[in-house]
């Protein structure tokens, strides 16, 4: 498949409203952030991280290309605000992930659209990756707060949610979305004390409220998708 083919089936199966909606969501963070003299860096890793969110959404494989370049950008400026969790979450494990989910990915798209054929957990895996989540973000907030953290619980939560839900994305199962609703949520709040603070990042803040927009009509895409798959 050369690059015009791939990009053809990377442009099917959106709907009229998405094809408005969310290049318009794009299009108006640019504008905010411009105007507000934000972040460059803070600028490019929103207007990544939402592509790539979309993307992943509508199950099409080229969101990784924009997830690689939003890891390095959101890596940089996690650095800068001294946020170490989300800092080594982006750096050591999103990066590779998201290689690695190239190539997961690529093995299950469906022939007629290039779409990812959605899944999802067994009652007993629910069970276990909620148990991980729990004691996994007591720990690392414990260990945040030793090194000095400006908010260890909420970015222990996000950092070790985010962690669970990239695995969710990459093993193309629907609970990822309430993952994504819990790290979205908080992560909105943490860079709004980051922004209070001085931090000059207000498109890290626009790009969270749209991933907690977006998380919530994915899932509500997804149950429809399966139920009708069913």
Request: charged share 15%; with cysteine; aromatic share 16%.
């Amino acid at each position: 498949m050369n690059i015009m083919e791939f990009t053809k089936k990377e442009l099917s199966g959106w709907g009229k409203i998405e094809r408005i909606i969310f290049p318009l969501e794009i299009l108006l963070i640019i504008l905010i952030s411009i105007y507000m003299k934000d972040n460059k860096v803070a600028l490019v890793s929103a207007v990544c991280g939402i592509s790539y969110t979309i993307l992943a959404g509508k199950g099409k494989i080229s969101c990784y290309l924009f997830g690689l370049a939003g890891t390095f950008c959101y890596s940089f400026i996690s650095f800068k605000n001294a946020l170490y969790g989300n800092l080594a979450l982006y750096a050591l494990y999103y990066f590779p992930m998201q290689v690695a989910g190239i190539f997961k990915w690529k093995k299950h798209l469906k022939s007629d659209t290039q779409e990812i054929e959605k899944t999802k957990l067994s009652k007993k895996e629910r069970i276990i990756y909620s148990l991980i989540a729990v004691l996994g973000s007591v720990i690392l907030a414990y260990v945040l707060w030793k090194l000095n953290d400006q908010n260890p619980i909420i970015d222990a939560i996000t950092s070790v949610f985010s962690i669970i839900g990239l695995i969710l994305t990459v093993k193309r199962c629907i609970e990822q979305w309430y993952i994504w609703f819990v790290v979205n949520g908080l992560s909105m709040v943490m860079w709004i004390q980051a922004y209070l603070n001085g931090s000059n990042c207000f498109a890290t803040i626009l790009m969270w409220a749209t991933y907690f927009v977006l998380s919530i009509y994915f899932l509500h895409a997804w149950n429809k998708e399966m139920r009708v798959c069913k």
